[in-house]
């Protein structure tokens, strides 16, 4: 079974890697033009470091009234990051979209916390018609190492949906040069989920980052709201996709995952 209805559990050991919540809106042109000063002030406690960058944008195919298509260039697009002292959690803003990710996930209400402000500032301050798309996204990293079970495959450790070929009696898992799992589902009549699992190395593109040599599991979900939400039912939303979450990442895991990640 993909879903558990197993109770909430908040684990010591938990695996998440980065977290990351983003709201899209219909274009905001000021945004792209001027400074958020105002919004700057009205997190700036918070998330006191400020940094803007041009990104550009692909260029973009019209379709003229001649029934030609023509591609045209698009403007750069300036995205605004806004850090908390220790760097661990960021707001990034567009003019398409709001985010809030972090490295330092404690739990659901920790992070709500740390989005309510932003998010209400600039629900008040840019005034947006409504959100496009709500999404919820959790990339968790499961370190055998870490959770003492070095000499336990993961089949031992994750449902059959999720481990594939690794089930197969004649299979070693040192021989699988890759082996993923990715599928699109939907969860109710306006959310969905994109989700990939699998073993792999984890790759760390800074430079002079060490190469961690250990085969870790991947388990990615990405959790989306369509169609037009009010925004002030945006944080209803998340919590509709946190319920979600905790749902597939409770079925994916095997009882002695839950113990070695030591429930508080």
Known sequence: MLFSDRPRTHYAKAPAHEVICQLRFPTILSINNTEPADFQEAIREAFPQYARRQETVPPKAVRLPDG????QQQPPLANYHFLSADGRWKINLTRDFIALSTLSYGGWEDFARHLDKPLASFIQLYRPAYFQRVGLR???LFS???LGLEDCPWTELFAPAYT???????V???DLL???CDFQLKLDSSCLAKIHAGPGRIKNNAPGAPVDPEVKFVFDMDLSMNGDTPCTL?????ETLHGHATRLFEGAMEDKL??????L
């Open 172 to 174: 070693r898992e040192e």
């Open 234 to 238: 945006a944080a209803a939303g998340l």
């Open 68 to 71: 030609k298509v023509q591609v």
């Open 144 to 146: 055998r190492k870490r």
């Open 258 to 263: 839950r113990r070695a990640m030591e429930t």
């Open 138 to 140: 959790y990339i968790n």
């Open 164 to 170: 594939g070929p690794l089930d197969e009696g004649d």
């Open 178 to 180: 890759s082996c993923a």
